[in-house]
């Protein structure tokens, strides 16, 4: 595999010749007919990393869908924001795979998922602190040696609030900085997190390098219920994106200078698939929304 296509910038060339914003889907397959009837639609796929590692003999299949689509390759299962090593098997898993998609990128979530030799069975928001920090960068480092380049690196969403943490964005910026790492930005996850815990998603994004920035994650929620009579937005992925998601995608492509990779999320209670092209649809024009206001900027 060439390595050197693998930079988190999109590499499809716009009318003008330049390189283009990309918008796609997660490749699930309930939606296989969907997307391969769609292809005009659809820029790239983005494969989960351990449906190939866990069956091996699936890799053939990936190739032969790499053949008909761009594809990225996401993971969910590595546990990078730890203070222990991420383990040796799981990255030579995920090596594979990567040689065999050649995607434009791989990505990962900044998540504890394991400890003490326990599986969580989900993504759990660390400790937000200099030693999670640390060990972020540091199996950053490994997983590139082992891959053959870093993961982007995305952003959870949590329910609960880690005591004694630095605030979210602060602790991702970090670890980009240290680690050279760029940014998978789930807005849906961003979303949440700014409703349930009462910040302004906007003066996150603001905390956040830019120029980091390469791709992001679009999905939607659902209210449930919290303590005291309170409630909750839970990142579910099964309802539609909606509007306040559609607006921070705005805002991202207004301040970010790179070409984004923009992937649609969605794991469940799968709608006509007409309205998945409207999803898609609807991100593209909050793209151009957000590349107008920048070229206005520019001009100005």
Do not use: K
Not at 49 to 60: G, I, K, M, T, W
Not at 72 to 85: E, Q, T, Y
Not at 183 to 211: E, K, M, S
Not at 229 to 240: E, I, K, N, Q, Y
């Amino acid at each position: 595999m060439t390595m050197t296509a693998m930079t988190g910038a999109s590499v499809v060339a716009a009318t003008d010749g330049g390189p283009r914003d990309l918008v796609g889907l997660g490749w699930r397959p309930e939606l296989a007919a969907g997307v391969l009837a769609h292809l005009s639609e659809i820029d790239v796929v983005e494969v989960m990393v351990e449906d190939f590692v866990a069956r091996p003999r699936r890799l053939r299949a990936l190739e032969t869908l790499r053949a008909q689509v761009p594809v990225v390759v996401h993971g969910v299962s590595l546990g990078l924001a730890s203070a222990c090593p991420v383990e040796g098997a799981r990255l030579d898993g995920i090596a594979r795979v990567v040689e065999a998609a050649s995607p434009a990128f791989w990505s990962e979530h900044l998540a504890f998922v394991r400890g003490g030799g326990l599986e969580i069975g989900h993504l759990a928001a660390p400790p937000r602190t200099p030693a999670t920090v640390e060990g972020a960068i540091a199996n950053l480092a490994r997983a590139a040696a082992v891959v053959g380049a870093p993961p982007l690196v995305e952003n959870i969403a949590t329910l609960v609030e880690p005591p004694g943490s630095l605030d979210e964005a602060s602790w991702i910026a970090a670890i980009l900085r240290g680690s050279g790492a760029d940014l998978l930005l789930d807005l849906h996850n961003l979303h949440a997190n700014a409703v349930n815990f009462g910040y302004d998603p906007r003066i996150f994004l603001a905390a956040l390098p830019p120029a980091q920035i390469a791709a992001v994650h679009l999905a939607g929620g659902r209210w449930i219920r919290g303590p005291r009579g309170s409630r909750r937005l839970l990142d579910d992925h099964l309802h539609a994106v909606p509007d306040p998601v559609y607006a921070l995608l705005a805002e991202v492509a207004a301040t970010v200078p790179r070409p984004l990779t923009v992937i649609l999320e969605r794991d469940g209670a799968y709608p006509p698939f007409a309205r998945i092209v409207d999803e898609l649809r609807r991100a593209r024009a909050a793209l151009a929304s957000g590349r107008a206001r920048a070229s206005q900027r520019v001009v100005a």
